[in-house]
């Protein structure tokens, strides 16, 4: 007997999804019917599935019962925490996001009272609301505490996976089969697999990375863990490879001006050049920066490459550029005797530093020298021109102290925080820890680059073209406060009655500096500034004093930059690569992103540091120190070490026994029995108690004259766990960012 024919199957609800997007047009019930051979038994089923699609936000909503793809996130999704704004609020991205174009961003409301933050890494089924420009508000249903959507770790055979995340608390187990032949000290990506509630949980190998201890593992760990893509699509690299130098055409041609670059040593990316001639009573300035809107043009493959990244990552072992290396260390690096694209802004100054001209054009110059701060210093100090003709490093230093006594008179915020550099050997150990120069050669760029920003803001308003401006705000009204009742403790005040200005906080740091309240308060200081970001919206930058400002000077690494030249090209009709007409439609949602990717990169590249060190100190273990409190909480104090920089916890149960109280005024604990007290800044013996490369973790404890407080008080370190009293900060909603 012959058997009936076997009905088809419904399709997957992703064969679905992908058989409407790439149709052309909208889809109904009879076409996907036909596509996939369904009957009318399927019928049923097929409208559920389409319902539940929409519902989900996959699918649009229907026109004539017609279907296509939606643009739109669905009202609940996974979303993965990336970063923060300057707020301290989480950012996010859908887990699921397949398309070519960036991931919209999502703002993540902040957590209940009494719940932990979220942070980069968690993973969170939010209910999503679209808030304009592509961007959504997130609201937390629930934490997959446990179950994120990859693992980074290191595998330790024969079947164990230690989280390179610090706060993971759990190994993992990797089954047979699953471990890609990984070896022992390998650090490896895992994805989790489903398992019990019970015992260890169970992940499967995906990707080796490399091993542990090799030159390069610690920034690689800080790539994954901090979501820094690395690799270029292989249509960006090929438009790079591509790329070749630029013609004089109606360039001006600038190959007979000496303009010099000035870097660090291991620079390898020159995007900018300098020269100065007297002129007048004043100076003549050229400030020339690589033409990387010529080979980068928007919407191209290497634009949505440099978008996502929307800036360079520097580690102390390499750079992951925003460009491919054929642009970045080649066509549009200013290399000293090669002809090169360049956009230019000539720039006149009086001799006490102001402005009184710019003009912007597009040219082809030939760097005449490649310097490095030091040697510039160094010659300059003797008095030398390193190599330069006609006494042209005595006249860029001229210019350089007349726009220094220009910055004095506006008054700026110049905190004093001292910087520090790791140097590694070619095996990637920590060679040493050295102090960061600030030279006046450094200066002399930055007030060089300083003006140039300011020019290029000042054009395109006057162009009425649009401009992404770096802003920065000024402190809250509750940092504020909290800062005069901190300095107020130290019979310091600042004007009241008035718009507080950068020069009032100066001249506080001016009062201060050289005595022992120098570092507290420069660290308070720091502490109240609001995070400078990228804006369309014009609100000034309140730490440099100036009513306008946007950054020109490195379209090699920053997106923004790129788009101040974009800006400038059409805006003055300098030929191709510049702004679409409604490039500014889209600049708010940009402005987000960039600002996000630069926090995420200074994010990774803290935690760089932080592991090189933990790895430099694992073997000093029970070793003593010298370090300052950098910062105080509920549950302990962070410190500093003064010799290395290195910074790790000095947890509460350190602590003499007492009943801690916690004053976020002050930035004190103040232990209620003893009248102890422990405050930001102040300088303290701790002993290192354990050291984790993996993590980047330090955990000290109280050296031996802290000990001795412990004896007079006649309590012992093995005392119980020490309570602590804490007021809760009030929380709000945060005004204007939604």
Request: glycine share 10%; proline share 7%.
């Amino acid at each position: 007997m012959k058997r009936p024919p076997t009905p088809p199957a419904l399709p997957s609800r992703e064969d679905i999804s992908r058989f409407i997007a790439e149709s052309p047009g909208r889809v109904g019930k009879r076409e996907i019917a036909r596509a996939f051979h369904l009957g009318p038994e399927h019928r049923v089923a097929l409208r559920g599935m389409l319902k539940s699609l929409e519902h989900e936000g996959v699918l649009g909503p229907p026109v004539h019962k017609r279907h296509t793809t939606s643009d739109r996130l669905p009202e609940t999704a996974l979303v993965l925490v990336t970063g923060t704004d300057p707020d301290g609020d989480a950012l996010a991205r859908p887990v699921a996001w397949d398309a070519k174009a960036p991931p919209p961003l999502i703002l993540m409301h902040p957590e209940r009272p009494g719940r932990p933050t979220l942070a980069p890494g968690d993973r969170v089924l939010a209910r999503l609301k679209p808030i304009g420009g592509g961007k959504y508000e997130g609201r937390t249903i629930k934490r997959l505490e446990g179950a994120p959507s990859r693992v980074l770790g290191i595998f330790r055979a024969p079947d164990r996976l230690t989280p390179t995340d610090r706060r993971a608390k759990a190994e993992w187990r990797i089954q047979a089969g699953d471990s890609m032949d990984a070896e022992t000290g390998e650090i490896v990506l895992a994805e989790p697999l489903p398992g019990g509630a019970y015992g260890l949980k169970s992940a499967r190998i995906v990707e080796r990375l490399g091993r542990l201890g090799d030159a390069r593992s610690v920034s690689l760990i800080c790539i994954h863990t901090h979501f820094i893509p690395y690799e270029f699509a292989p249509e960006a690299i090929a438009a790079a490879e591509r790329a070749r130098g630029v013609a004089l055409g109606r360039r001006t041609d600038l190959r007979d001006v000496p303009l010099i670059t000035i870097d660090g040593e291991d620079a390898r990316d020159f995007d900018d050049a300098v020269y100065a001639e007297p002129d007048g009573d004043g100076f003549a300035l050229i400030v020339a920066i690589a033409d990387v809107a010529h080979y980068v043009r928007p919407g191209s493959a290497l634009d949505d490459a440099a978008l996502l990244r929307g800036n360079s990552c520097y580690f102390p072992d390499r750079v992951v550029p925003m460009l491919p290396e054929a642009l970045s260390n080649g066509w549009c690096s200013l290399r000293p005797g090669e002809d090169r694209g360049c956009l230019y802004v000539r720039m006149r100054i009086d001799a006490q530093g102001e402005k009184h001209a710019h003009q912007f054009g597009r040219g082809l110059m030939r760097s005449a020298a490649r310097l490095t701060y030091t040697e510039v210093q160094n010659g300059f100090d003797a008095g030398e021109d390193c190599g330069l003709a006609n006494g042209q490093l005595a006249t860029l230093f001229a210019a350089f102290r007349a726009l220094l006594g220009a910055r004095a008179r506006r008054g700026t915020l110049d905190l004093d925080l001292p910087e520090r550099r790791v140097v590694l050997d070619d095996q990637g150990r920590v060679l040493q820890v050295a102090p960061r120069p600030r030279l006046d050669s450094h200066r002399l760029i930055e007030e060089f680059m300083v003006l140039a920003n300011v020019a290029a803001a000042e054009e395109l308003e006057r162009l009425k073209r649009p401009c992404m401006y770096r802003v920065h705000a000024p402190p809250s009204d509750e940092k504020l406060a909290n800062l005069r009742n901190f300095l107020a403790s130290l019979d310091i005040s600042l004007p009241i009655g008035r718009t507080l200005h950068p020069r009032d906080l100066d001249t506080v740091l001016k009062k201060v500096a050289g005595s022992e309240h120098a570092p507290l308060v420069n660290e308070v200081m720091l502490r109240s500034q609001s995070q400078a970001a990228y804006s369309p919206d014009n609100i000034g930058h309140f730490g440099l004093g100036l009513p306008r400002y946007a950054h020109f000077t490195s379209p090699i690494r920053r997106y923004a930059d790129l788009l101040v030249h974009r800006a400038l090209i059409s805006g003055l009709r300098l030929g191709l690569g510049g702004l679409p007409p409604d490039a500014a439609a889209d600049y708010e949602n940009i402005g987000e992103k960039i600002s996000a990717t630069e926090r995420r990169a200074a994010l990774a590249e803290r935690d760089a540091v932080d592991r090189y060190l933990s790895a430099y100190m694992a073997d000093k273990i029970g070793a003593a120190f010298a370090a300052r409190i950098s910062g105080v909480a509920r549950f302990g104090l962070f410190v500093t070490l003064l010799d290395s920089g290195a910074s790790g916890l000095l947890p509460l149960s350190s602590l003499p026994d007492d009943y801690w109280m916690h004053d976020e005024t002050t930035q004190t604990l103040n232990g209620r029995r003893t009248g102890q007290s422990f405050r930001l800044a102040q300088e303290l013996s701790v002993r290192l108690r354990e050291a984790s490369p993996v993590t980047g973790g330090l955990i000290f404890e109280l050296g031996d004259a802290a000990a001795g407080l412990r004896r007079q008080s006649g309590i012992h370190a093995g005392g119980r766990r020490q309570e602590i009293h804490a007021a809760k900060p009030k929380r709000g909603r945060k005004r204007g960012r939604r």
